[in-house]
Each structure stands twice: as C-alpha cells, then as structure tokens.
C-alpha cells in the first residue's frame, strides 16, 4: 500500500509494516518513510488483541471450510471480536501515548 509522508517530506512510499517489541506483552506496528525517517505508527497489540485477532482469522478459516455455518451469527460474531480488538488497542495506544508524555516532561523537568 502506498501512503504519502505527511509528516515529513510528502513524498508516497510504499507501507512496509515492522513490528518492534516495547514491552513484555506489547508489539508496535508502525512504519517508516524510505527518504526522511518518519516515524508512523499503525497501531499497538498486546496479548489480548493478538489473540482476539487470531479469534477472527480462525472463525473466518472455519467459515469458509464450512459453507453450513449460519452466516449471520457468525458475522455478528466477527464484528463483536473486532470491536473488543479496536477497543483494546485504542486503551493500549492511550496507554502508551500517556506514558511516552509522561517521560517527556520528566525530561524536561531535568
Ligand atoms: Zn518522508
């Protein structure tokens, strides 16, 4: 996927997503801009949401294996998994976002 730098030198590149280990549980998704460095982050998981995520993969595989699964409870059910994993990311991305200001000020109080 191409996206543009808007961040730094507006130039497009293509997304190549790098996962880094930040804490013991928690991975960041983020991508950087080939030309100026950017930094961007596509989002965090933690435990919770890797295995939610991987809740709605195995219930997508197992639907398309068996055609005779009702197909209205089983989106109803991979749409409740997805909101639990956006909410929990949003929490985890609060989370952090809070944290890294928090170390800011105490470095700048220094
Ligand atoms: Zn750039």
New binding site residues.
């Given amino acids: 996927m191409l996206v543009t730098?808007d961040r730094?030198?507006?130039?497009e590149?293509e997304m190549k997503v790098k996962i880094t280990k930040i804490r013991d549980d928690v991975e960041k998704n983020s991508f950087y801009?080939p030309?100026?460095?950017?930094e961007y982050i596509a989002f965090y998981t933690n435990q919770i949401a890797r295995e939610l995520q991987k809740e709605v993969n195995e219930t997508i595989e197992k639907f398309k294996k068996q055609k005779n699964l009702p197909k209205k409870k089983t989106v109803r059910k991979i749409e409740k998994t997805k909101k639990k994993i956006r909410s929990e990311m949003q929490k985890l991305k609060d989370e952090i976002e809070r944290d890294e200001e928090h170390v800011k000020s105490q470095m700048s109080s220094l």
């Avoid at 730094?8 to 130039?11: A, L, S």
């Fill in positions: 730098c730094g030198c507006n130039r590149f801009c030309e100026c460095g950017c």
